[in-house]
């Protein structure tokens, strides 16, 4: 195997911080958030950007934007966290889940379409783990029915398809950068949009309503306090200097890591599609195993962390406040999570680290018989 390209130096992550806090405290200051903004446009060939607090509320602000509100309902994959269908409740609107393929991960558009009524507003793909629907099936679908697309790319910044990045399939493409991810400020996110209506919109969304985008007055309607803190956005600014060799890394951490696993009894890596250029934001296996969740448990007592062995991730359907008698389960969503092992890494994860979790993981395979 090949050594992992270096962790890029972390020393200089500081200066902007402490350029910004000298400067506060300033109420009225936004200029470390307006530099953030203007070199994610050049890094994602995008024409305008919207820094916010946090993956939420960028999918909170796009959402708005697009015009969902009361009433409305919005198509939501089960394959998802709460955090992607709270915004639709937030505006009042209905999150209608709808189910995906196992084993692509790809929407199971023939359940999407018999979920589409005359209040859909709108559909919010989910790229899970930085794999992404197909964009071209995408478009037309929604084109055909109306629907605007509001990307949730949290875990996808650096992934593409069929040529199309992550965020620009649709009308919003939202981030997050939580810590954690491969572009990370501690907490906050962005939209990508090549509509400047609704980068105005989400802009005032952001910060109560005070600056308001043409034809409209000051604090004319509610919003909400969703700005990127200045220090935060120093950081994201000088992380975002860093992210291709970061995300080269995670690329090479994932390969590592798949390589190490290439022997390991009921354990399948999954393909990303031909046409896709995945970020490898997680190692992807299919458990071929007795009781694939309860491995994946285990898995995490022994200190290897994953998406449902550590974060118990579910479909989002069957979380309490959204489970009712008279829907069917997305059984797709539930499959595909039941039976994959998404494994959870950080910058930080070295050969040594990554040969030890494909060592704990090789060996527990091999002796499971939960």
């Known amino acids: 195997m090949t050594g992992l390209p270096p962790l890029p130096a972390a020393e200089g992550l500081g200066e902007g911080m402490l350029a910004a806090l000298a400067g506060m405290p300033d109420p009225a200051s936004a200029t470390f958030a307006a530099r953030f903004e203007h070199d994610l446009t050049k890094v994602f060939a ?25 009433g409305d309902e919005v198509l939501v994959p089960a394959l998802a966290v709460v955090m992607t269908a709270a915004p639709v409740v937030q505006l009042g609107a209905t999150p209608v889940f709808v189910d995906s393929d196992p084993d692509t991960l790809d929407l199971d558009y023939a359940d999407v ?23 071209v099936v995408l478009r037309a679908f929604a084109a055909e029915r109306g629907l605007a697309i509001v990307e949730d790319a949290a875990q996808a910044a650096g992934s593409s398809r069929a040529g199309v990045p992550a965020g620009a399939v649709g009308d919003a493409g939202c981030f997050s950068m939580k ?8 907490e906050g996110g962005y939209v990508l949009t090549a509509d ?10 952001r910060s109560h309503w005070l600056t308001p985008p043409p034809g ?28 291709p060799v970061l995300l080269e890394r995670r690329r090479a951490q994932t390969v590592h890591l798949l390589q190490a696993l290439s022997g390991a009894c009921g354990l399948t890596p999954l393909q990303p599609a031909t046409d896709e250029t995945w970020n490898h934001y997680a190692p992807l296996l299919r458990i071929d195993l007795p009781h694939p969740r309860a ?13 449902t062995g550590s974060f118990r991730l579910v479909p989002c359907d069957t979380r309490p406040m959204f489970t009712s008698g008279d829907r069917e389960p997305c059984r797709g969503a539930a499959q595909a999570l039941n039976r994959t092992l998404a494994l959870v890494l950080t910058e930080h994860d070295d050969e040594g680290v ?14 499971w018989r939960a």
Do not use: C
């Open 113 to 135: 379409a018999a979920k589409v009524t005359a209040r859909t507003k709108a559909i919010v793909p989910v790229h899970l783990w930085g794999r992404m629907s197909d964009p």
């Open 196 to 205: 400047p209506a609704l980068a105005a919109h989400a802009r005032a969304f």
């Open 295 to 307: 491995f994946a448990e285990h898995l995490a007592h022994l200190g290897v962390p994953s998406s």
């Open 46 to 70: 995008s024409r305008l950007a919207v820094a916010v607090s946090s993956g939420t509320t960028a999918l909170h602000a796009a959402l708005s934007a697009v015009g969902v509100g009361p």
């Open 354 to 367: 990554l040969d030890r979790y494909a060592a704990v993981i090789t060996q527990e395979a091999a002796a």
């Open 179 to 186: 810590d954690g991810k491969i572009l990370w400020s501690g």
């Open 216 to 243: 409209s007055r000051p604090q004319e309607r509610l919003a909400v306090n969703g700005r990127l803190a200045e220090p935060l956005a120093a950081l994201a600014q000088a992380n975002l200097r860093r992210f």
